[in-house]
């Protein structure tokens, strides 16, 4: 699987935009872009999902390059309860190879 | 609707000892992966069934560690001779088929603690 890159860390104030950056320079063409979230204490949360275009929800938007070597995942306005750590993954196959991910703090 | 579920939610045991972990996959959902994941890190894929059968378990660190799903939807991971090393949360997730276009829906996990 195509490896990702994903700063260790990042910062947001409370009902601020954040966009959380990735980068998959080796992404191969049925790879798959998917963002996952970890809460304290939880298990792994979808996000969002997509393999060319720009996509939203009601959770975040996922905006990817034009050449797909990398995406950006956007929370619209940070709540304190999406502190947590987001992974980027990509995915051509069944199974999800999960990296050490973002660990978002949000300060109110 | 119900989520996945996983059962025991914590497990102690000694070294060398056997243990069994339960996933109950949301009804319907086809495909079921198993993960571990040790403090401060990521979700370390273990193995993935389509159905029935284990499409790939390259995850799976050694022969100590078995997974079935026998019935298709309920799936057991075991693992013998325990070792401290073993200790981390165990991530059940289940997905409505195993392409790689669908969403994961994970349990809770259970964690497993060997002394």
């Known amino acids: 699987d195509a490896k990702t890159t994903q700063p260790n860390s990042m910062e947001s104030n409370e009902e601020e935009p954040v966009h959380l950056p990735c980068n998959h320079s080796t992404i191969s063409g049925t790879d798959y872009i998917h963002w996952y979230r970890q809460l304290p204490s939880q298990g792994p949360e979808y996000v969002i999902h997509g393999l060319t275009s720009n996509v939203n929800n009601r959770m975040a938007s996922l905006a990817i390059a034009e050449d797909r070597k990398s995406s950006t995942l956007i929370l619209h306005r940070a709540t304190l309860r999406d502190a947590a750590v987001y992974y980027c993954?990509?995915?051509?196959?069944?199974?999800?190879?999960f990296g050490a991910g973002t660990r978002l703090t949000v300060k109110p | 609707g119900a989520g996945v579920s996983q059962t025991p939610s914590n497990k102690v045991t000694e070294k060398g000892k056997y243990v069994e972990l339960r996933c109950d996959p949301i009804?319907?959902?086809?495909?079921l992966y198993w993960y571990r994941q040790s403090l401060g890190q990521g979700p370390e894929f273990l193995i993935y069934?389509?159905?029935?059968?284990?499409?790939?378990d390259s995850g799976l660190p050694n022969d100590r560690f078995f997974a079935v799903r026998p019935e298709g939807s309920v799936s057991t991971l075991k693992i013998q001779r325990t070792e401290r090393g073993d200790s981390a949360v165990y991530l059940c997730?289940?997905?409505?088929?195993?392409?790689?276009?669908?969403?994961?829906?994970f349990g809770p996990g259970t964690r497993l603690t060997v002394l």
């Open positions: 069934f389509q159905g029935t059968g284990a499409a790939d």
């Open positions: 009804s319907g959902h086809t495909a």
């Open positions: 997730a289940s997905s409505l088929t195993g392409l790689a276009g669908v969403e994961q829906f």
């Open positions: 993954i990509l995915r051509s196959l069944g199974d999800m190879r």
